[in-house]
């Protein structure tokens, strides 16, 4: 069975700064990788994805992602990060099977953005 | 366009009172999810549909059921809630076409159980 460790529970990060969160996953073939943020109060929206093709991905609001498949990773980056970024991330990996579109979660990354 | 929404906001309930969660769709999508949040642990898989009245087992089952009668509405029941079901709620739904899409959720039930 698939799933995703997501080492930081907690990371502070000043406004301006860049910031890295780590993904490592478990998957014995392929994956399709997401990434989601979720703001306080609020549910999940995505941020990006990763099906194949080129490693470095980007999404929305000034993300973006790399897939490294011989460290099994898919770290988060932002090169400069707004007081807005602060919230909880999830990694994800995704199984696509004839039961449907399944997401396995990791435990989620909160960012503190500090002025 | 509302996308995913989620009927009730917040829901405080006693041991052993049912209840039921609504989640509607207006993507025209197949597949729809139900997960649970809880601190630390992500979220977690509760039952999910791939389509208009078939139901599934996800990782967390026990303790609930679902029904999919129309396609763009999935009901998560609780027939005997207990304090381990605190938590908060997500509806998801997905495409069925090609590949993965990803899933777009609803804005979350907070659940109580005392």
């Known amino acids: 069975a698939q799933s995703v460790t997501q080492p930081d529970i907690h990371i502070t990060v000043s406004e301006g700064a860049s910031l890295e969160l780590r993904c490592n996953y478990s998957y014995g073939a392929t994956p399709y990788l997401f990434w989601y943020v979720q703001s306080p109060g609020q549910g999940l929206q995505l941020l990006l994805k990763?099906?194949?093709?080129?490693?470095l991905v980007q999404g929305i609001k000034g993300f973006e992602a790399e897939f490294k498949r011989s460290q099994s990773s898919f770290n988060l980056r932002k090169p400069s990060v707004h007081w807005s970024d602060a919230a909880e991330y999830f990694c994800?990996?995704?199984?696509?099977?004839?039961?449907?579109?399944?997401?396995?979660f990791g435990g989620g990354t909160r960012v503190l953005v500090k002025p | 366009n509302a996308g995913v929404t989620q009927t009730p906001k917040f829901r405080v309930l006693k041991t052993g009172q049912s209840m039921t969660l609504l989640c509607a769709q207006d993507m025209n999508h197949e597949y729809m999810y139900w997960y649970r949040q809880d601190p630390g642990m992500g979220l977690r898989l509760i039952h999910y549909s791939v389509g208009e009245g078939t139901t599934a087992k996800g990782e967390v089952p026990d303790g609930y059921n679902v029904s999919r009668l129309k396609k763009q509405n999935f009901l998560l029941g609780l027939e005997s809630a207990a304090p381990s079901q605190t938590s908060v709620y997500f509806c998801?739904?997905?495409?069925?076409?090609?590949?993965?899409?990803?899933?777009?959720f609803g804005p979350g039930t907070r659940l109580t159980v005392t």
């Open positions: 998801a739904s997905s495409s069925n076409r090609g590949t993965l899409f990803g899933q777009y």
């Open positions: 994800a990996v995704g199984l696509l099977t004839g039961a449907g579109n399944k997401l396995t």
């Open positions: 990763y099906f194949s093709g080129d490693t």
